[in-house]
C-alpha cells in the first residue's frame, strides 16, 4: 500500500480515520457522566470497537489477497477479529459481567493490530503510522470506557 504517490487522498484518508475515533469519544462522555445514556453508551461503544476490530480483518484479508507473496498465515489471521468480537459478545447473552471485561479485552487487542500490520509488510510508512495513531486511539478510548465501567461497578 503505497500512499506516497497520492498524498491528496492519503490525507483524507487521514481525516476520516481521526472522525473516526469520535463515536468512542462521545461514547466515554456519555459513560463519564453516568446519566441515562451510560449503559446504551458502553453496549454502543463495544459494538463500535468490535466492529472497526472485524473491519481491520477484512482490511488484512484484501491485503493478502492482493499481494504478491502474502505470508501463508495471513488469511487465518485476517479472520480472527471477527470471531474474536462474537466470542467477547457472548457473556452477555450467558448473562456474565459485560460489557467492561470485554470491552477491557477489544481495547487492547484493537491497541496490539498494528503488530499483525507490520507483521504483513504489506503497507508503507504513512499507513504504519495511521494505523498506529488509530489503533491506539481506538482501543486507548476503548480501554477508558472499560475502566470507566469498573469503576463504577466498584
Known sequence: MNNTNRPAAFRRAQLLGYAGLLPQAIALALV?????WSWIALASSFAYAALIF???????WGQALTATNPPVWSF?????????GLALFLPWTLGWP???????????LICASPLVDRSLALGDALWMR???HLSLG???LTLAIALAEFARRA
Open 138 to 140: 481506538l482501543g486507548g
Open 54 to 60: 472485524s473491519f481491520l480483518g477484512g482490511v488484512w
Open 98 to 108: 459485560w460489557p467492561g471485561p470485554s470491552l477491557f479485552w477489544l481495547g487492547l
Open 32 to 36: 463519564l457522566s453516568g446519566g441515562e
Open 76 to 84: 487465518a489471521v485476517a479472520v480472527l477479529p471477527s470471531l474474536i
Open 130 to 132: 495511521l494505523r498506529w
